[in-house]
């Protein structure tokens, strides 16, 4: 169905009711005054337009309000992060109570651990991905010593067979299988961000349960990538920054899902602030601590402003479209992108990224056979961003919100001249 011709490349342009969309970001330029080839929306998205528009805007209330900033304006802030919630659920298939923006994400994780990562004396191991992203790893070893525990013991790893690149899933169940008595969670990455594997987290959810523990997702690379239906999914919680996918700036604040079943669990061991408490009675300060249903109960601070000015320009530009039909281009997009890798005739180059479009988002990660980073830095220097990761592994990702089939197409010929 695709075709490796320009002219191809030009009328799915044409045809696509999205390609609109492109004019709603910033694209960045070389010095030459040139737009960049922008693959690395996987790691930092692009701006949107309407940023300077919101942030514009809070400023102006400060300015013009102060402290009654909090509750004038069209966009009072004390319940501005309420704002974010519905469109932010949506992403991610999640109900409403169930999501919460906060923190940043390794914040987030530990915070999640505190409540659900309960180990006792026989049941304490933690599972992740081996190669998972290096701060899940330093926080779930963290996590352990923090317990008392031997990470030697009490990390599992969940690794690819010996000659592959991917996780199969019978190989977790192997795992619980043997050690599920002593194994107290599972945190994993819900789409990697090394090979690009998009993960059946039902299948994930249910294995964990089987075994009576808790399953917690970190969807860095899944949030506005993937549709994750994580209410549906079944776990236990889960994990998101929003400078990736979600294109909300370097840094910006995180999300937070807790399932629904446990909204209402006021027994679970949590940190506390004021944020955590009881809305209609925070201001009284004299209260004794009412934990909140929901997401919103593992809130500690008052968040900054700033950072959700950007978030809520971003979802905005979500809500427009829809994550389906962003899911519809994305998988024709990333099709059309392996399509033409596959065309170059080299043996230099393999995509360890699953071929299944249900098994992956828009990230392709692209191995190179005795690797060094000049392919990477070549690309670069045709005005092409892509990502390197060590050891061997460029990782691009078309996005479709600003991502054409003619970046998807330059990017490729580039690519070909250069092997
Ligand atoms: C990007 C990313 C992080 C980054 O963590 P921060 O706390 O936002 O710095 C962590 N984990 C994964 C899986 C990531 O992809």
């Given amino acids: 169905m695709y075709s490796s011709s320009l002219a191809y490349a030009i009328q799915q342009d044409k045809e696509d009711a999205l390609a609109p969309l492109r004019e709603a970001f910033h694209i960045p330029k070389t010095k030459e005054g040139k737009e960049w080839l ?47 919630t519905e469109k932010m659920a949506a992403i991610v298939g999640a109900k409403p109570l169930e999501v919460v923006v906060m923190n940043t994400l390794t914040t987030n994780l530990h915070l999640l651990m505190v409540s659900f990562y309960q180990p006792t004396k ?12 290096p701060s899940d790893r330093y926080a779930v070893e963290s996590q352990l010593r923090f317990h008392g525990f031997d990470p030697e013991e009490g990390l599992v790893e969940w690794r690819p067979r010996a000659g592959e690149e991917l996780l199969r899933i019978e190989d977790l169940e192997s795992i619980m299988q043997e050690q599920g008595d002593e194994i107290a969670l599972l945190l994993i990455g819900g789409v990697n961000y090394y090979t690009g594997q998009y993960l059946n987290l039902k299948a994930i959810a249910d294995i964990g349960h089987q075994h009576g523990c808790m399953v917690g997702i970190d969807l860095a690379h899944g949030a506005g990538n993937i549709s994750p239906e994580l209410h549906e999914s079944g776990v236990d919680f ?3 920054c929003t400078y990736k996918y979600l ?19 006021r027994d679970l061991p949590r940190f506390s602030g004021w944020w955590n408490h009881n809305k209609a009675t925070r201001f009284n300060m004299r209260q004794p601590f009412d ?58 180059i393999k995509i360890i990224t699953p071929s299944d479009p249900r098994q992956r ?59």
Wanted: with cysteine; glycine share 6%.
């Fill in 247 to 265: 294109n909300s700036g370097p840094g910006s604040l995180a999300g937070l899902f807790v399932h629904e079943r446990h909204a209402h669990n």
């Fill in 291 to 348: 934990v909140m249903p929901g997401a919103e109960g593992w809130q500690l601070s008052n968040p900054p402003i700033l950072s959700m000015a950007a978030i809520r320009a971003s979802l905005e530009v979500f809500d427009q479209v829809g994550m389906a039909a962003l899911r519809e281009k994305s998988e024709k997009l990333t099709g059309y992108f392996e399509y033409l890798i596959n065309q170059i005739d080299t043996d230099r």
């Fill in 238 to 240: 889960a994990a998101w």
């Fill in 38 to 84: 922008y693959f690395t929306g996987n790691s930092l998205g692009l701006q949107p337009k309407l940023t300077e528009k919101y942030i514009q805007q809070e400023l102006n209330d400060w300015a013009n309000y102060g402290v009654e900033g909090h509750f004038e304006g069209d966009t009072p802030w004390l319940p501005y992060h309420e704002f974010l």
């Fill in 122 to 133: 026989k049941k304490f191991k933690i599972v992740i991905e081996s190669d998972a992203f």
């Fill in 361 to 419: 988002g828009c990230q392709l990660s692209i191995q190179v056979k005795d690797a060094d980073k000049s392919l990477h830095n070549a690309l670069m220097e045709h005005h092409v961003i892509t990502d390197w990761r060590e050891p061997d592994v460029i990782r691009c990702a078309p996005v479709p919100l600003y991502n054409s089939f003619q970046d998807v197409y330059h990017m490729v010929e580039i690519l070909r001249k250069l092997l």
